[in-house]
């Protein structure tokens, strides 16, 4: 047992946790965060796309010394089939700026830094040690957790769960629901080590400027996903996801789509040569809106994707883990200077500043699109792409063929696969869930 | 009974990857961690000091990022660390290192109590020496019992200890005086899980932090490179062959074995040849 008492413990030491500790420890709280991995990061996955935005919001000068590996300066969206892709590429110099919006990360390297900054702001970190349990007093309020260590008991006035996409801990105290397949994605990832100038020869960049290849279509066999390829400094991160419900659905595995995503032709040129060190799978919440739980009540809070904050429409995780992070450790803080406890009532603060911030108005906004994939999964992941690819290759090939007729054979090929009220229904219902 | 654990970080020797292009080895985002060989020897005195009662003072030489070790080894249950940084330090071979721990050592039993025992690993899983123990044994002239399996005694009143020792051939039971430096063999004992409250005061603890002044060094030319006679040529990766182990069908012995394998491998007899004759 820790005798002292904390104004905090952060349960996790990722993005969210590390936002939250920090944003407390610089407002002057004491804070415990309890981490389980061997160090922070050993545990985390992402791609990784760092968006600047919300960590500069929390460490304005974060790229004087943050491992960052390079700024995006080019996104290719794929449409994909099994031997084919329509791309929109967009490529802007002015994304060269003294403050780049978006860059590559490597989570390992990230989170350690990350997590130096949040001990130097006074936070301790114990690693290697796991919450298995919420402690409550007599009228049902949180005080504080146990964890796997022995004497493992420690007390504080709020706990904040940042552990992620499971919420063990916040299911088994039955402040939530079990994850259900329907709404998290698995996804796999590789890291493939190239040298640096050869990343540069193939994807046409210079100094520390980065491509990012986000695709879509038949490459997850009519499943709801998507895959991704990110230029890092010396290494490319491939990978691919899809909805656990489906994948139990079909029967396929995500090592089966990731081996077939590397060797589409399309991407087998771009990782030739290269050395694969690493291979990584997690879990994505994709619920959207819909699936966020309870987020506070007495003695805790929910932050990152233990509160499903992720934005799959757009791919954004890390920005809405950090800022839901860094709001709770602003209101936790902003409740201790008003001498307030942490009650629920007390707590919804946090709540109203969360709907406040672009975090729930984008999720509310993209509150039908989980269920629209759900519906619309096989025509989406499955017959658009083809008809897309199969458009382009009729349009683009000469063959002696006049040019109305192949407008007119494209048309066809659309409604005779799919009837035009269907295909008119899912433009409309896709129009309805973006709105 | 106060008992010092000599450990020494080391990259996690299981990540180290080689670089594809240039073949050197990329230390960059490669893990350090405790030498596991040296897990042993804390585990062995954090027991004899719940045992006997007393303290466990770990020390280690290194950058100061060495701190993270050090913090680990709080976390398992030591009382105390001491970190031993020096730029002068730099470029140690086993003979540098061996003097350097030495004199911090003295230090540590002047300021924190004397040592009657002294643990390391058997041996670093980046140098691969077992230099280092009998090292210090040796400048501070304490008994050494290396490759120690098992303590079996401990006699404070009679300042002796009773250790089985693994050897060629068989197990030696070995009595000797207090003090002792003992090397550690692997799988002798498994390193515990430090309680909450350990792991909460290594992670807020104060480390003792010494450099070559502190720990009382005055003869600098026995430091770091300069107090290196150990010279390394080239480090390389060696390249796969093609070729696989056999086994010879030989009966009688080394000679023949030798002119099997100079059939197979002319050089090597020839090179052979020129290093005995010494040019
Ligand atoms: C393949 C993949 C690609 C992604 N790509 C991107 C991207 O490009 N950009 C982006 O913004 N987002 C991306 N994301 C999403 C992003 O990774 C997450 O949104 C983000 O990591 C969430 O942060 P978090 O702190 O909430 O959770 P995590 O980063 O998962 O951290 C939770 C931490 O809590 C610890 N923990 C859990 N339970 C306990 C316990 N009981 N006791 C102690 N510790 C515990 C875990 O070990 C872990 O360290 C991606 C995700 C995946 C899987």
Redesign the interface.
Known sequence: ??EEKFDAIVVGAGASGNACAYTMAKLGLKV?QLERGE?PGSKNVQGAILYADALEKIIPDFRDDAPLERHIVEQRQWTMTDSAHVGMHFRSEEFNEDRPNRYTIVRA?FDKWFSRKVREAGV???C??TVTELLRNNSGAVIGVR?D??????FANIVVLAEGVNGLVGQRAGLRDVVTPESVALAVKEMH?L?REVIEERFNLKGNEGVVIEAMGTITKGMTGTAFLYTNAESISVGIGCLVSDFQGTGQTPYGLLEAFKNHPSIKSLLAGS?C?EYAAHLIPEGGYKAIPQLYGDGWLVVGDAGQFVNAVHREGSNLAMTTGRIAGETIAWLKVRRDAATAANLSEYQRRLDASFVMKDLKKYKNIPDFLHKSGAHLFGLYPRLIAQAAQTWFRVDGKDKRAKESEIIKSFTRSRSLSGLLGDAFKLARAWR | MHIAVCMKQVPDSAQI?VH??TNTIMRQ?V?TIINPYDLFALEEALRLRDKFGGEVTVLTMGPPMAEDSLRKAL?FGADRAVLLTDRFFAGSDTLATSFALSAALEKIAAEFGETPIVFTGKQTIDGDTAQVGPGIAKRLGLNQLTYVSRIAEVDQAGQTITVERRAEGGVQLLQTRLPVLITMLEGTNEIR????????RA??AKLVSWNAADAGIVDLAKCGLRGSPTIVKKVFAPQARAEAARMLAVEDGAEAVMTEIFVRQPALEAELMRFASGQ
């Open positions: 047992m820790i415990l160090y390297q301790t970190l114990l290697e040690t964890t260590r022995a004497d493992g008991v420690a080590f040298p050395e060190k | 990857r594809p292009v985002g893990p976390t899980r430090g309680s909450l409250a350990d792991a909460y992670a807020s």
